[in-house]
């Protein structure tokens, strides 16, 4: 560990793309996060970004799949194969979009990223992300179509099961938080932007959606 710390080291005072190991980059996101995307965006790397996109796209479509009570409609491995399919192909196109208004809204607040930098470091934010899918499996083993109904019971598998389920849950949970907390700290430093800047540069976007439609929601209302 030591070691892969001098070479983060190195890098701030000779970059070289050739002294850091796809291992390191991984590993290291986990702890020196923000020298991982110094580096990322020093270099153009991309790698797998192509990847963790997909696997991004795919953990979003399970999400809305569950949101959407789509077990209600589609058998287990209907299910799991429109979300692998649908996630792979289109789910990532989010993800383009949203590092579009986030390179367009940065802007207005000095922002220095274009949409292929910002996009290229949030892939890499979405490590944690992909390695969710992994605690989904015993979830899906235990309770199959019930994670995904409007009326579901997750609570008759018995102790064993409940405790791998929710520990899963849990373990989740905690992974799309650093996968959040990731993006904070990858767009902080593609935009040059203080932590506390970089969290109203990803607040930005999420308005400029909202408030025009609760302008349309109200002129419908008061028109009434």
């Known amino acids: 560990m030591i070691d892969n710390f001098e070479e983060f080291d190195d890098l701030e ?86 590092s579009a208004m986030l390179s367009w809204t940065g802007k207005w607040i000095d922002g220095k990223g274009n949409t292929s930098s910002l996009l290229r470091v949030l892939s890499y934010a979405l490590i944690p992300t992909g390695i969710s899918l992994l605690f989904l499996v015993p979830q899906i083993a235990i309770y199959g179509n019930e994670l995904f109904k409007s009326d579901r019971d997750i609570n008759s598998g018995g102790i064993i099961s409940n405790i791998i389920v929710y520990g899963c849950m849990i373990i989740e949970f905690a992974l799309g938080i650093w996968s959040l907390v990731l993006c904070v700290i990858g767009i902080s430093e593609v935009q040059k932007f203080s932590i506390g800047k970089s969290i109203l540069n990803l607040i930005l976007p999420v308005l400029v959606l909202i408030i025009p439609i609760l302008i349309i929601f109200l002129i419908i209302f008061l028109s009434k």
């Open 13 to 98: 005072d000779n970059l070289n793309p050739n002294n850091i190991s796809d291992k390191i980059i991984f590993s290291e996101i986990w702890t020196s996060p923000r020298k991982v995307f110094r580096y990322i965006n020093t270099y153009n790397y991309d790698k797998y970004a192509t990847g963790l996109l997909v696997l991004g796209g795919i953990s979003r479509t399970f999400d809305r799949a569950s949101m959407n009570h789509m077990g209600d409609n589609f058998s287990i491995w209907g299910l799991i194969a429109f979300c692998i399919i649908i996630g792979a192909l289109f789910g990532w196109i989010s993800y383009y979009i949203f």
